[in-house]
């Protein structure tokens, strides 16, 4: 993409889609194109801080820029993109050209940020994908699509730059191939799997579909068998789970302050009640307050059976390799013999999979949790950033 720095002055443009469509491409082309043009000095492009330090790497490595040209933008603050700017402009003059690379990854918080530049006319490139493994708009996306579509319609200039791809699924015994506009999230199956995908020609059988319930953000590889492709429409479908959190959440609207086991009884016969719970807290739909956690273990050791357990959770939720977030976390319980929800979560609430490990340490029968009760929180519009946002 060359970007006519006078005629895009106050816009914003997106590059967005489906994984695999090119994104990428574009973004590294703009770059190309940048650092041949008179703007080599003023032009800005930042990674995601919740990228994988891989995927950082990646990107520097294919961007041609060097490592200390490539920026990171603070998903949890991204104000202090400004600072980065400031440093910047110190020693290269005025900065007129930003671009953001995996917006998804961002949170509301990175809209005003948008907004600002916009108003302040620089030129501002985000790419990212537009929906999330759900189907649903991911992070910010939604309302940036939103910001750029009425920018185009007023100006006439083509803002948004949507990438398809193939759908990649195995149908009828060969590659669907139908246009895709859907990411979707596969998990390796251990026995029932019914879903197969092309990956460069080669067929990988036996998959099945994420649940809806799963986490928002999981790096391919990250945990066991986990694989994203993508997917039409039909391929797509509904994902399981999907209406589980539907009837939780109605459920729990028309029953203020709902006792978590009493939810988890009445519906873990639909499916994995736990999980779900862990998901709507994580996004912010429930709120889940009070709450003893206890351990279940009695004194002594693990045996080898309930070892190997933990060991599994650790793989699937810790936040990195190295951590050992699963361990801490139940060896704090465990050694406490009890402690308050509030008490957990001051200590090890940053975690990215907290309350997965939780899910999981109560399904495997490491803990129970008493007298937590559940609300659905409310949300607000955010004036600044435009978007409903839970009311904390
Ligand atoms: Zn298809």
Do not use: W
């Not at 809209?111 to 708009?137: C, S, Y």
């Amino acid at each position: 993409m060359i970007i006519e720095l006078e005629a895009l002055r106050g816009e914003l443009i997106l590059i967005t889609g489906v994984m695999n469509s090119g994104k990428t491409q574009e973004v590294i082309n703009t770059i190309d194109c940048l650092m041949h043009s008179p703007h080599r000095r003023a032009f800005m492009a930042f990674t995601n801080s919740r990228n994988t330090r891989d995927g950082i790497k990646r990107f520097v490595s294919s961007s041609g820029l060097r490592s200390d040209e490539v920026f990171v933008a603070n998903a949890e603050n991204p104000i202090e993109i400004y600072e980065k700017i400031r440093e910047k402009e110190v020693v290269d003059g005025m900065q007129n050209i930003f671009i953001f690379d995996e917006g998804n990854l961002h949170t509301y918080k990175f809209v005003p940020v948008v907004k600002d530049l916009m108003k302040n006319g620089k030129v501002v490139v985000v790419a990212g994908l537009n929906l999330d493994f759900r189907g649903e708009f991911f992070g910010p996306m939604g309302k940036l699509e939103e910001i750029a579509r009425s920018r185009e319609a007023i100006t006439g200039k083509k803002l948004v730059d949507m990438h398809h791809s193939y759908c990649c699924i195995l149908r009828d015994e060969k590659q669907c191939g139908k246009k895709a506009s859907y990411t979707f999230r596969l998990i390796k199956a251990e026995n029932d799997g019914n879903l197969g995908y092309f990956h460069e020609g080669v067929l990988f059988n036996s998959y099945i579909k994420a649940p809806y319930h799963h986490p928002t953000i999981l790096v391919e590889g990250s945990v066991g068998g986990i694989k994203y492709t993508t997917a039409c429409s039909e391929c797509f479908g509904e994902l399981p789970g999907k209406s589980l959190v539907a009837d939780l959440l109605s459920y729990t609207m028309d029953h203020e302050n709902s006792k978590y086991n009493d939810l988890v009884d009445r519906f873990s016969k639909q499916g994995d009640i736990c999980d779900a719970l862990a998901y709507t807290i994580e996004e912010k739909r429930l709120d889940m307050f009070d709450g003893i956690y206890r351990s279940r273990i009695k004194s002594g050791g693990l045996n080898d059976k309930e070892s190997r357990k933990l060991v599994e959770i650790s793989k699937a939720r810790d936040s990195s390799r190295e951590s050992h977030d699963t361990f801490d976390i139940y060896h704090e319980i465990k050694s406490r013999r009890s402690i308050s929800r509030e008490g957990l979560k001051y200590k090890f609430g940053k975690i990215m999979g907290f309350e997965r490990i939780l899910a999981d340490l109560i399904k495997a029968r490491f803990l129970m949790l008493d007298d937590a009760m559940l609300k659905t929180t409310r949300y607000v519009k955010d004036p600044v950033s435009d978007m409903y946002i839970p009311l904390d």
